[in-house]
């Protein structure tokens, strides 16, 4: 008999899927086979993002309250919360370097939200001067952002103020065009 659940999140980083279900993290390799939990945590989890070393695992989790940002080393031990702003947090993605984490938070203003970095081994957070955005991409053409760009699909086909928008940055410039 197959076991079926309820997988959430997928994030792959080399030949390893990190995944959520039972609101916890678990990975598996990419070939398949057995599942190793990762966490064991009383809250829901969310948005994993493996670095791009495959080292560590960043991750949004309301454990204590709002959900806020924490890391966990991929071979094992315990969790580490980075951020306490008391406001919705979420992780977007590392740095190429695999030392911060991107996150999305609407803590300094309570219906948009800003992009954030991190440091993986804590500290303070640092905004990422790119105005309000909930999602962020750097390429060799640019950098990108994303605003209400959240994925309620009770919305589709939402055409209203809040719609989902994409800017882009070509220059590096800091000006950014929709």
Known sequence: ????????????????????????????????????RLTA??????????????????????????????????????????????????VLRWSDDSKFIYFASNFSQPFDSSIYKISRDGGGEELVPVGHANQISFGEKGTVIARHAGDPARWKRYRGGTAGEIWIDEKGDGNFKQ
């Open 41 to 90: 945590n009383t809250a829901a989890l969310s948005s994993p993002k493996v670095s791009p070393d495959g080292k560590w695992v960043a991750y949004s989790s309301a454990e204590e309250g709002y959900s806020e940002v924490y890391v966990k080393s991929m071979s094992g031990g315990e969790h580490k919360r980075l951020t306490f702003f008391g406001a919705r947090a979420n």
């Open 1 to 36: 008999m197959k076991n079926h659940g309820y997988y959430r999140f997928p994030a792959v980083s080399g030949n390893t899927v990190v995944f959520v279900s039972e609101d916890d993290l678990w990975s598996v390799p990419l070939k398949g086979g057995t599942a190793l």
